[in-house]
């Protein structure tokens, strides 16, 4: 329709008329309130902000002759991570003659992958740079999808603890 008929219908609704594809042949306009389309657009883009979530790398640093205890330690540190949608840097630092025994450190990184198989896979072998030898573990859910999994558990925590102080009453 031409232009001035459709500018009419736009002053007669109380509405504006938005140019929605200019680069089209004809060029599409809508006729909307383009403050509240603004506004649902600024809303959206907040929503999105909020949602996202950056991977962080987490670093999980070990020795060579690691005590049983202190690697169910690290161990357990770096499932949280995982479960948290991190990626985990496991570290070998090397000292003295233990640089000569590389094969021990990929013994010990293999160990640890395998015990948090379940929570992450490997996305980088074991590197051996200077005195360090480093592997990365990536999660097997991403963070968004953590986020949201712990954000519905707190919710579900809320409900309960909102339910129990309903009882008392």
């Not at 609704?13 to 004809?26: F, G």
């Not at 600024?42 to 205890?69: C, G, P, Y």
């Not at 000569?100 to 929570?119: I, K, N, T, Y």
């Given at each position: 329709?031409?232009v001035?008929?459709?500018?009419?219908?736009a002053?007669?609704?109380?509405?504006?008329?938005?140019?929605?594809?200019p680069?089209?042949?004809?060029?599409?306009v809508?006729i909307?309130?383009?403050?509240?389309?603004?506004?649902?657009?600024a809303?959206?883009?907040?929503?999105?902000?909020?949602?996202?979530?950056?991977?962080?790398?987490?670093?999980?640093?070990?020795r060579?002759k690691?005590?049983?205890?202190?690697?169910?330690?690290?161990?357990?540190?770096?499932?949280n991570?995982?479960?948290?949608?991190?990626?985990?840097?496991?570290?070998?630092?090397?000292?003295?003659?233990?640089?000569s025994?590389?094969?021990m450190?990929?013994?010990?990184l293999?160990?640890?992958?395998?015990?948090?198989?379940?929570?992450?896979v490997v996305?980088?072998?074991?590197?051996?740079?200077?005195?360090?030898?480093?592997?990365?573990?990536?999660?097997?859910?991403?963070?968004?999808?953590a986020?949201?999994?712990?954000?519905?558990?707190r919710?579900?925590?809320?409900?309960?603890?909102q339910?129990?102080?309903?009882d008392?009453?």
């Amino acid at each position: 329709m031409k232009v001035e008929v459709a500018l009419r219908l736009a002053q007669e609704a109380d509405l504006d008329l938005v140019e929605v594809a200019p680069n089209s042949k004809p060029p599409v306009v809508k006729i909307m309130d383009y403050g509240k389309f603004k506004y649902e657009a600024a809303q959206k883009a907040k929503e999105a902000r909020r949602n996202q979530a950056n991977t962080v790398l987490k670093e999980v640093r070990f020795r060579l002759k690691i005590d049983s205890h202190d690697y169910e330690t690290k161990r357990k540190r770096a499932e949280n991570f995982l479960k948290a949608g991190d990626k985990v840097k496991a570290m070998i630092l090397f000292r003295g003659r233990e640089q000569s025994r590389p094969e021990m450190g990929v013994r010990l990184l293999q160990r640890f992958a395998e015990d948090v198989a379940e929570l992450g896979v490997v996305e980088n072998k074991p590197t051996i740079d200077g005195r360090n030898m480093t592997m990365i573990i990536a999660p097997l859910k991403n963070k968004s999808e953590a986020k949201a999994e712990q954000n519905q558990a707190r919710a579900e925590a809320k409900a309960v603890r909102q339910g129990r102080a309903g009882d008392d009453e």
